[in-house]
């Protein structure tokens, strides 16, 4: 095709996209960052946190507080809507109060952290040079020349404790003895409901002030928010009360997860859209629910670490060989292979272990505990994805796509038969 008719082409798709009558009043109602005016169902939370920060407009250091809860039930967003509010009304009052926000698997790294907080302060630090001791120096100055009273949201701080440590955790519940003229309050957000394993019991003793966990929305509960999103985000006649309820059912099905039934409701009117439907009906919302999780899965496979993506790889070649199931000795051999090919260290097989079960928690891999009798127990693994996609995600990966290719004796040489261990 010409470079004409591409164009040409492309001009028609947006043209009829202009030219039809859209069902969506505001798209901005369905996304994650979406702040409504009220949150249903979550009174008594929004009322808690309401109350431990209320100190701050008075000048006072609020407690520190955590909150946990699983993804999509309304924590960053109802911290959010609180410190709105209380900004709002320190502003009234000519109180000086301001507030960061880091979402720690984004930002990625202790020192990214204070880069990020600095930044927001309006000072400039090298993005990368400095050890972590002087980074912070210079960020305890930067906030006692601002003289103002600081809530630092760290919203999904676990996966920053378990990349990085919990020495960030350490430093900033300290802070205040090293202040002269501003103070800190921390709010951390954790999806991981047993976060306080990870840390230290140094950390443990300065840390949680106050905590609050989010309970999982039910299918009822999710219905009531579709609706008041719904009323925003579309006209008049274009979702009904079945739509609704599929969406809810489903979300509810996991974990009360309020983001995945507004994905699924967003995800749906696109497709109805694009049809040319008048409204949104059942057959859209399944075709989402196909679509997003094929996408959340995709997602989640290419931001995997690098031994983790090996692992992968290694049951992707074994199962190539017409296995019908690995064990963790398998795997470990294989994974030796491909880190050897790639010039990398591999991990011990006990990590390589405790990765499979990350894997399997996932849901992209499945390992269940067999007996094999006087021959004791095994893991039976097999992957829980098709390995077109395993391929098709990791080939886009420069250090992997070199190997993908290869076939198991190409990596291991001759492949040594596994012994049926029932037999």
């Known amino acids: 095709m010409s470079a004409m008719s591409v164009k040409n082409a492309l001009e028609d798709i947006f043209q009829k996209f202009l030219e039809k009558q859209s069902l969506f009043k505001n798209r901005e109602a369905l996304s994650h960052e979406y702040l409504p005016d009220s949150f249903p169902h979550r009174d008594e939370q929004i009322k808690f946190i309401a109350e431990v920060m209320a100190p701050a407009l008075r000048g006072f250091k609020p407690s520190n507080l955590f909150i946990y809860g699983k993804t999509g039930t309304g924590k960053t967003a109802v911290v959010r809507y609180v410190l709105s509010i209380l900004k709002e009304m320190a502003g009234n009052l000519f109180s ?249 260290f591999p991990l011990t097989q006990r990590r390589v272990s405790g990765l499979i079960n990350e894997l399997d928690s996932l849901g992209l891999l499945n390992a269940r505990v067999t007996s094999f009798g006087r021959y004791g127990r095994s893991k039976k693994i097999k992957l829980a994805v098709e390995p077109d996609l395993v391929y098709e995600v990791f080939s886009r990966d420069s250090r992997l796509k070199s190997i993908l290719n290869l076939r198991l004796e190409e990596i291991c040489g001759s492949p040594k038969k596994r012994r049926d261990r029932t037999g």
């Open 96 to 344: 000086s109060l301001k507030t960061f926000y880091i979402n720690c698997r984004l930002v990625g790294s202790e020192y990214r952290v204070y880069f990020t907080m600095c930044s927001n302060l309006g000072f400039r630090v090298p993005f990368t040079g400095l050890s972590i001791g002087e980074l912070f120096e210079r960020f305890c100055r930067y906030l006692d020349e601002s003289r103002a009273l600081f809530i630092i949201v760290l919203d999904e701080i676990d996966a920053l404790v378990k990349d990085s440590g919990d020495e960030i955790l350490y430093n900033l519940t300290r802070i205040n003895e090293i202040l002269k003229y501003s103070k800190v309050s921390l709010i951390g957000i954790s999806n991981n409901l047993k976060f306080k394993e990870l840390l230290e019991p140094k950390v443990l003793s300065s840390l949680s002030e106050e905590e609050i966990v989010f309970r999982p929305y039910n299918a009822s509960e999710l219905k009531d928010i579709l609706w008041q999103r719904a009323k925003l985000a579309f006209y008049d006649g274009v979702v009904d009360e079945g739509t609704i309820n599929l969406c809810s059912a489903l979300a509810a099905s996991e974990h009360g997860d309020a983001r995945r039934a507004l994905d699924l409701l967003r995800v749906a009117g696109e497709l109805a859209e694009r049809e040319g439907s008048d409204k949104i009906y059942e057959r859209h919302v399944r075709e989402a629910e196909r679509r997003i999780e094929y996408d959340r899965v995709m997602e989640v496979m290419k931001n995997l670490p690098l031994h983790s993506k090996l692992i992968m790889c290694s049951l992707y070649f074994l199962e190539q060989s017409s296995l019908e199931y690995s064990i963790t000795g398998d795997i470990y051999d294989v994974y030796n292979h491909l880190c050897s090919l790639l010039s990398t």
